[in-house]
């Protein structure tokens, strides 16, 4: 069943920071109006069911090139725009895919959105309180290892030609965990940096993501996908730039994105304005293009989720072969993580690609990471660039971020 909650059943959302991709006149004064959600067995079109609830609030998202009055109201204040999270399992029910595994925090729904209004924000607080247990992988180091050779395997036979593989782990938790997730959320080079919380505090979710699935502004859809991770040294960055592994494996991603974008209805010429750029997240290179096309003509919310999700740079390639594989690689689902999670405002959409996210339910804290796998990849290699990649979020969640974080 869909679940739309309205202010009478709407509990204030617990303290959180402000929601991803934001704009800054919603972070100082926000308030949630209404929700909706959507989850793998309840009826209808997912992306359809969420456009009607996003139009019915007052949001363009029919036709995402038109700039809609920022004024609008809805008889309970200003509507800022709305916080949006879909899930890799919901963008692939969107396609016609295979879903992953199981997720491990199923209070989390598929499909999660917040209407957002410009009003005093209700919180009580962090009481401070906060003791991290010790993290359990889902599978272990050599499992992970098969996984990669596996996908090696795969690509040998000419079933696919690159497929991420992501590794889960969780830990419990005892007390608030707001400024765990809060410090997760500020983590260097967090484009997307922001936490998003069920109505009822039941679960919540904190991303320090880099990466942009999917922007549309001025007239432009864009995407930034990120392939090619090195440690933030000079050494590594230029390991990273001589890597003809990792330049091949990027550079199929963005080919990917590319055929993505232009079959968006109502798009003109799609190019590539920047190819492997090498940027720094946390203590880590990673390289970063820029792919984009102009809107000339009616392009609807539905339309652009069924296009990108789930991102490129997290499934393979091509797309639907990649996921088939990870749904038979991957023991546990991967949750929130390699979703889409941002913000939709009245005059642009702006969705970070769900990576460096992790989740708390009632009792434990959750967090994914893993790689793209390419015939030459080398199976330890990934394994521990998928453990390079999970390290500043453990380290996050522990304790205050430190300047070499």
Not at 120 to 137: I, R
Not at 307 to 332: D, F, H, R
Request: glycine fraction near 12%.
């Amino acid at each position: 069943m869909v679940h739309v909650r309205g202010p009478a059943d709407h509990s204030p959302v617990p303290p959180s920071g402000a929601p991803p991709a934001a704009p800054t006149a919603c972070r100082a004064r926000h308030h949630a109006l209404r929700s909706f959600s959507w989850r793998q067995g309840d009826s209808g079109d997912p992306a359809e069911l969420l456009t009607g609830f996003l139009a019915d609030s007052g949001l363009p998202v029919r036709n995402l090139g038109r700039t809609d009055d920022k004024n609008r109201t809805n008889g309970h204040g200003t509507i800022c725009g709305a916080s949006l999270y879909v899930s890799a399992d919901a963008g692939s029910v969107m396609i016609n895919a295979t879903p992953g595994a199981p997720s491990p925090v199923p209070s989390v729904p598929d499909v999660h959105a917040v209407i957002w209004v410009h009003a005093p924000q209700v919180t009580t607080g962090s009481t401070g309180d906060w003791e991290l247990g010790t993290w359990a992988a889902s599978w272990s180091p050599e499992q992970h290892a098969q996984a990669v050779q596996r996908v090696r395997d795969a690509i040998g036979r000419g079933d696919v030609y690159q497929v991420n593989v992501v590794g889960h782990a969780s830990a419990p938790y005892a007390g608030d965990p707001a400024a765990a997730l809060n410090r997760v959320a500020a983590l260097p080079g967090a484009r997307y940096g922001g936490v998003l919380a069920a109505p009822d505090g039941s679960w919540a979710i904190a991303t320090a993501s880099p990466e942009t699935l999917v922007e549309v502004r001025d007239g432009r859809v864009l995407t930034r996908p990120i392939k090619g991770t090195r440690p933030a040294t000079a050494e590594g960055r230029r390991e990273l730039l001589a890597s003809a592994k990792e330049r091949a494996e990027h550079v199929m991603i963005v080919d990917l994105e590319r055929n993505d974008l232009a079959r968006l209805p109502g798009t003109g010429p799609v190019r590539v304005e920047e190819l492997f750029a090498v940027r720094q997240w946390c203590g880590l290179w990673q390289a970063e293009s820029v792919v984009s096309a102009p809107l000339s003509g009616d392009v609807g919310l539905a339309e652009l989720l069924r296009a990108v999700c789930p991102g490129g740079s997290v499934t393979g390639a091509p797309k639907i072969a990649a996921l088939a594989q990870i749904a038979a690689l991957e023991p546990v689902g991967r949750g929130v993580s390699m979703g889409a999670l941002g913000w939709i405002g009245h005059d642009h959409v702006d969705l970070g690609l769900s990576i460096r996210t992790v989740a708390v339910d009632g009792a434990r804290v959750h967090a994914w990471a893993g790689g793209g796998i390419t015939a030459d990849s080398d199976p330890e290699a990934e394994v521990a660039e998928a453990a390079a990649k999970a390290g500043p979020l453990r380290a996050a969640l522990a304790g205050p971020v430190t300047a070499s974080a």
